[in-house]
C-alpha cells in the first residue's frame, strides 16, 4: 500500500465519514456505530498492509502548501506501533459503542467527534514534523473534549472545563518550547532534529522541559494530572477506553520525541523524568485503592501506569548508549496499558448498561450473572497486575531490569530507591486489582435483575472485548515480535534483552501479589471498620465533654455562660486602643489564614484540584485579607481583588443552580459537598471566634459525614506528599547541574 | 493609468458619500445600490493594485500638491480596510434597517473609508496628517449614532481625545517640515534627527489613535456603544490606522531613534505589553460581550506593537499579517456580537447560554474566531502569533515570547467560556425540546460573518499571498 493512500484512509476517512454519521445518521447510532466499526477496522487493514513500506524506511509523505511551506508526514517504527494499537483500540470501541450509544443523547454528535479524535489522533503518530505533531495534538484536545462533556451534566461540564483549560496550557508550554527549537534550527522536521536540544546550552534544557510538561498534562504526569481522574470517568464508555487507552498515548509518544529524539540521551535529565514517572506510579496506584467508583480507579490505574512509562521513558535516558531496555520496556507498557485499559472501561461500561451504576456494588455478583464478561475482566486484571503469560508481565519485567540494569551500571543509591518504589508501585498495583476481585464476588444478596435491552446484542460485546484481549494474549505470548517490531526505532542505543522468563523475573509479581493483598487487607479493614464505626454514632468529642461536665454531678456552665465572659473581654481589648484592637485582629487573620491554607491544602489533597471551590474561596480571599489587614486597607479593595480575579472562575456554570431541579445521584452528591464544605468554612470561623467546643464537634461531624475524605488521606496523599517532598530535594539538587552542565548525582 | 487607480480609490468613495447622502432623500435603494458600488469598486480596485504590486509596481507620485505611494504596506492596509468595509456594508443593510438617519450613516461611513485609504497611501507627513484627521473625526458622527446618553458621552470623549492627538501631530507635522523642509516618506528618514518633543507627539497620536494602554480609555466606550456594524471597523481598521502610523514613526519618520538598544524601543516595548496584559486581564472580567471584544482589541494592538517594536524582520512580518488575521476576526467578532443583539436583544455574556441550539451557524463562527484568537493552529491567529514568536526569540528577548503565550491563555479564559456555554447548557440535557430550534439570521446579515470566518481559516492553513505580501512590505521596510 503507498504512503499516501494509508494517509487517505487514515486522516481523512475519519473525517469524511464523521461528517456523513452526523449528516445523514443521526437518528440511526446503529448505523453511525457499523460505519465506525468499518473505518476503524479499514485504517487497521492498511496499516498492517503498511508494514514493508515503514521497515524499509520510506513511509513519508510531504505535503505542500500548508503553514506557509509544507509538512511532513512519517511513519516511523515506534509511531507504527501506535497507529496499529490506535486502530485495535477504536474497532473494539466502535464495536462496543453499537450497544451502548443507543441509550446515549446526540449520538450524531458522538460520532462525528469520535472520528475526528481517531482522524487527529493517527495525524499525531504519522507526524514527521513537530508542527504538524502540534497542530494535531490541538485538534484532538479540543474534539475529545467534546467526548468528555458529552453527558452534558455538572460534573461532565466541570472535568471538560478543567480539562480544556489544561490541555490548552500544556499544549502552550510545548508551543514555547517549540518556538526555542524553531529558532535554533530554523526546522521543526523530526529527522533533522536528532539531539537538537544539546547543542542549545540551557535553553535546551529549557525547552525540553517545557515540552515534556506541556505534553505531561495529556499523559497525567503527576502535577498537572488533577484533570485526568475527573474527565475519564464522567464521558461515556467508549470514548473513556480511547480516552484513556491512546489519548494518553499521545504525549507518551511526545516525550518519547522529546527524550529520544531531541535530547538524544543525558543521564541528568533521565533522572528527573524518571523521579517524575515513580511519583506518578505510586500516586495512582495508591489514590485508586481507595477510590469511590469503579471507573475512577480505573482512572488512576491510568494514571499510575502512565507513571510507569514515563519512569521507563526516564530511567532509559539515564542510562544513556544503553538505554534500549528502558524505552523498549517503556512503549511496551504504553501499549499494554492500551489493551487492557481500553478494556476494563469497556467492561465498566458493560457494566453500567446491564446494572445502572459503576458503583463497586454494581460489580458483584458478575461472574455468577455474566461468566463469560466475569472471565474477561479477570484477564484484564491479571493483566495489570503483572500475571506471567500475559502482556503486563513483559512490560513490568523490562522495565524492573532497565532498573536493574542502571543501577548495575552506576550503583547510584536513586535506582535502588526508584526499583523499590517499582516493587512498591506494583504492589499497589494488585492491591486494586483485589479491589476489584473482592468488589466481584457475593452476589448472593444482590437481587436485582439485570436491565433489559441488551440482551440480543451481548455478542457485539464480547467481540469488543474479545479483540482486546486477543491484543493482550499476543502481546503476552509473543513479546520478541513486538520487540524485534520496536527496534529498528531505537537504532542508535544497543542493550541486551533479557530472559523474561527467569525465576527471578517470575519471583517479582509473587512479591507483589503477597504486599499487595497485604496492603489491601489493611486498606479494606480500613473502610470497613468506619462503616462500623460511623453505624455505632461514636461520638468521642461528646463523651469528652460529657466526662468533663458531668464530674461535679451537674452541668459546670453552658454555651451561654462560655460566650459571655469571652465576649466581654473581648470588646474590653477592642475598645480600649487602637493599636490592641489592630494586634488582635492582626492575631485573629493570621490564624485564620493559616488554618484555612492548611484547609485548603488537605481538601485539594482529597478531592483534587478544582478552580472555584477549593482554592480560590480559602486561600486567596484569606492571604488578601490578611494582606489587607497588614498594610492597614479597607476590606473593600480586598473584596475588588478577589472578585477581580474570581469573577471568570465562578458563575459560570453555576447560574440556574436553584432552577435545576434534577434530583439525580450526581446532583445529590455535589450538594451534599457544597454543604460540608459551607461547614467547613464555618468551622474555620468558630475557631477564629475562639469558639473551640463548637468547633471541635463540627468537626468530628465534618469527618463523620465526610467518610471518603478520611479513607483517600491516608494511603495515597501521605504517599504523595512523601513523595513530593523527595522530588522536590532532587530538582533543588539539580539546579546547579542546568547552570554548570555538571551533574552532581 | 497607474495614477488614476490609487487616486480612484480614495475619490470614488469620498464622492459617493456625498452622492448617496442626496440619494438616500430620493430612494433608499438607490442610497444602498451606489454604496455598495461605492465600497466593491473601491475593493477591486484594491484588488488589482494588489497584483500589480505583487509584480513590482511601487511608486510615488504627485497630484494636486498631495503626495501619494504605493508599496506592498499600503496595498496590506488597503485591502484590509476595502474588505471589512465591503463586508459591513452588506452586513448594515438588514442591521441598520429601521434605525434612525441612514443617510448620515452611509455617508459618514464613506467617508471614513476614504480616509483610511488614503491613510494607506498617503506619501509624506501631510498627507498621512490630512487622512489621519479624516479618519478619526468622521467616526465620530457614527460613534454617536444612537443619541443615546451614554453614546454622547463616549463620543465626546472619543472627539477630545482625538482632537488632542490631531494637534499634538500637527504639531509633530510642522516641526518635521521645520526640520527637513519636505515630508515626504522616503526621504525624511535620513540626515538629521528629529527633535524629542516631535517624537513625543507623535507617539502620543497614534497612541491615542491605536488605543494603547494608557491612551486607550476612549476604545472601549466607544466600541460598545456605536452600531456593531460600526465597532467592527472601528475595531477592525482605525485602531490599525494607529499602527500603521506607528510603523511610519518608527521605520520612515525618525528611525534614528529606534535603533538597537535605545530606550524609545523599550518604551513601545512596555507600552506593547502593559497593553497585552491589561487589555486581556480586564477583558476577562468583562461582563458584555462588547466591551469583552474592545478589551481584547487593545491586547491585540499590543501584539502588532510589539512585533513593530522588536525591529526584526520575523515581528513585523508577525505584525503586519495580525493587521489581516485580527481584522478579520475581530470584525467578525463584532458582526457577531451585534447580530445577537439584533436578533435576541442580548448583550451579557451570560445569556449567550444554549445560544447554540438557536444561532448555531452564528455561534459556531463564533468558535472558530475565538479559538483562532487563542492561536490554535489552522487558523490565521495562529501564523501571526508564531512569526511574532520568532521575531521576539530573534530579537533575543524570550521574555516577549512568554507575555504571548500567557495572553493566550488568558484569551482562552475569556474566550471560551461564552462559546462552551452556549452549546453545551447544561439545563437542555434530557429534554426533548434542547434538539436545533433554528433561528438564524437573515442571510445578508450572515453571508459577512461566514466570509471574513472563510478569510480566517483560509489564511491559517493555505500558503497565502498576505503572509507573502508581509514578508515583502517587511524587505522593503527594513532595507531602509
Redesign the interface.
Known sequence: MSMGMFLVISLVAPWLSGLTMWGLFRNNPKKSGILSTLVSSGILLSALSLFQRVYSGNASYEV??????SILLSVTPVGYAFIILTSLVWLAASVFSIVYMQKS?YQGRFYLFFMITLGSTLGVFVSGDM?AF??FF??MS?ASFMLV?H????DA?EA??LY??MS??GS??A??GL??I??HTGTLRIDELHGVLKTMGV?GYVAYFLITLGLGVKAGIVPFHVWLPKAHPVAPSPASAVLSGILLKTGIYGIFLASYVLLGVDASIGKVVAVLGAVTMIMGAGCAVKSRNFKVLLAYSSMSQMGYVVLALGTAAALEDAGLLGYTGGIYQAINHGLYEAMLFLIAGYVYLIRGTIDFNGLSGIIRKDRIAGVFLLTGLAAISGLPGLNGFIGKTLIHDALLEAYHNSHHLLFWGLEKAFILGSSLTSAYCFRIADAMRGGEENKEQDLPGITGARTLVYASFALLTGGIVYTGLFSDSVVSLLKPGLQSLHGHMPDIYSASALLSPIKAYIIGFVLYMIARSGLEGKIERRSKEVDIFERISQTVLHMTGKKLFDEKSVKKPYVLFMHRIRSSTSIIHRLYDLIKVAMMTVVRIIGAFFVVMDRGFSFESNIYNPVIKGVYRFLSRLFGCVDKGVDFFYT?FT??LT???H??EE??E?ENKETLIIRERAVLYKKYRIIVREIAHGHFLEAGRMVRGYFREKEYSMSNLNVGVIIFAAMVVVFMLIFVMYVPMLSNGAAVF | MENMLPLAIIVVPFIAALLSFAAGKIDKRMRDGLVFAASAGAFVGVISLIRMVLQGSIYTFKTYGLLFRVDEMSVILAFVTSTLWLMSIVYSTKYMEGKNNPDRYYASLLLTLAGCLGVAFSGGVMELFIFFEMASLVPYVLILHSHSSQAHKAASKYLYMSIVGGFLMFYGVVVTYWVKETGDFSVIGSGEALPVTALVAFLISFGIKGGIVPLHSWLPDAHSVSPSSVSCLLSGITVKVGMFGFIKLVYYISPAYFSENSVWVDVLLWMAVISIMLGSIVAIGQKRIKRMLAYSTISQMGYILLGIALMTHRGLVGALYHFFAHSLMKGSLFMIAGAVKHKKDIVYLEDFRGLGREMPITMMCYTVAALSMVGIPLFSGFTSKWYLGLGSLDAGKPFYLGVLLLSSLLNVIYFFPPAINAFFPKDTVHNKKGALRMDELHPLMLVPIMALIAGVIYGGIFDNFMLELASKATARIMIR
Open positions: 505542500h502548501g500548508f503553514f506557509t511551506g443523547h508542527i502540534f497542530t490541538e485538534i479540543l462533556i453527558e452534558q451534566d455538572r461540564l471538560g472545563k480544556i483549560f490548552i496550557f502552550l508550554m508551543l514555547m518556538f526555542m524553531y529558532h535553553s477581580f469573577s471568570f458563575g459560570i456554570y447560574r440556574d432552577e435545576n434534577d
